[in-house]
């Protein structure tokens, strides 16, 4: 079959291209950025948009000079959730199935990253925007940011999103969000855990920036030890867990940069980290 030049755009489009206008990757001073820049969907994470944020992430995650990696928005939306067009009855339950699944698989990269993964939220999360921001290891919003999972006003209620979201914050706020799909502020946000720190709009982009300087002089490798491991514990029984950390303090202990950090620390010195494993 002939295609002309003036199709071609659109096919590309169709056919998975489309992710690179969908969110851009930039990488300065050893911090990643994530941009999602589809405004006129509200940043709705269509497949096209999760695929492009996953990639941006499974792409750039194992620079060695990359020390962590926000995910931020354009707009006054960080993401309104699933692209509800996609969910129609005429898509079926095999497409339908496809979307949840490429979130799953979109939380599970960022949980298992080398690096944190930082949400810097300006505005509204609602849906799956919400449990994208519930999954980061670290989440930042401005002081007029709202949170929400209001999917059962659409009749499809937010089952996936209150996965995250009930690991984030305590039982009776995430079934109120859940069930009720009222909005929440920045403040109850905080206050419920579902984000670790509120600041003024206008100190947005100074917070994220410290949190990333904090970051970036750690050593990688350690950080990345203690990622994979905070996260294997959560599941475990405490005693379990206990023995399991007992190990791996022992052998964060024999890596190159956790002996240059006692030694550091021994002889009164900043460290030199090597950030190897």
């Known amino acids: ?13 169709r056919i998975g291209l489309s992710f690179r206008k969908l969110s851009t990757f930039t ?39 990359l020390r962590c990696i926000v995910l931020a928005a354009k707009g006054r939306v960080f993401s309104a959730g699933h692209n509800l067009k996609e969910l129609t009855p005429e898509h079926g339950s095999d497409a339908h199935l496809q979307v949840f699944r490429k979130c799953s698989e979109l939380i599970a990269h960022i949980r298992s990253a ?26 930042v919003c401005s002081d007029i940011s709202t949170f929400s999972t209001p999917g059962a006003s659409f009749g499809i209620f937010c089952s996936t999103p209150g996965i ?5 914050v ?14 929440i502020d920045a403040a109850e946000a905080l206050g419920a855990g579902l984000v670790s720190k509120v600041v003024p709009q206008e100190h947005l982009d100074e917070e994220v920036e410290n949190i ?8 990688r490798s350690v950080i990345e030890l203690g990622k994979r491991f905070f996260y294997e514990q959560l599941s475990l029984d405490v005693n379990v ?7 791996v303090m022992v052998d964060n202990l024999a890596t190159k940069d956790g002996r240059e950090g006692i030694r550091s620390f021994v002889e009164k010195r900043k460290p030199k980290w090597s950030h190897e494993s």
């Open 241 to 247: 867990a206990y023995m399991r950390g007992e190990q």
């Open 27 to 65: 990488h300065h001073n050893g911090v990643g950025t994530v941009l999602l820049d589809n405004e006129k969907t509200r940043n709705s994470l269509s497949l096209d948009m999760m695929d492009s944020i996953l990639r941006n992430i499974v792409k750039n995650q194992h620079q060695p000079d």
């Open 114 to 139: 080398p690096i944190p993964i930082i949400a810097k939220v300006d505005g509204l999360a609602a849906a799956a925007g919400c449990q994208l921001v519930a999954s980061c290891d670290i989440a």
């Open 212 to 219: 990333c300087k904090a970051i970036g002089s750690k050593s």
């Open 1 to 13: 079959m002939m295609v002309s030049s003036r199709n071609l755009p659109n096919i590309l489009c």
């Open 164 to 168: 995250a979201v009930v690991r984030a």
């Open 170 to 183: 305590p039982r009776m706020k995430a079934s109120h969000m859940l069930l009720t799909g009222l909005p």
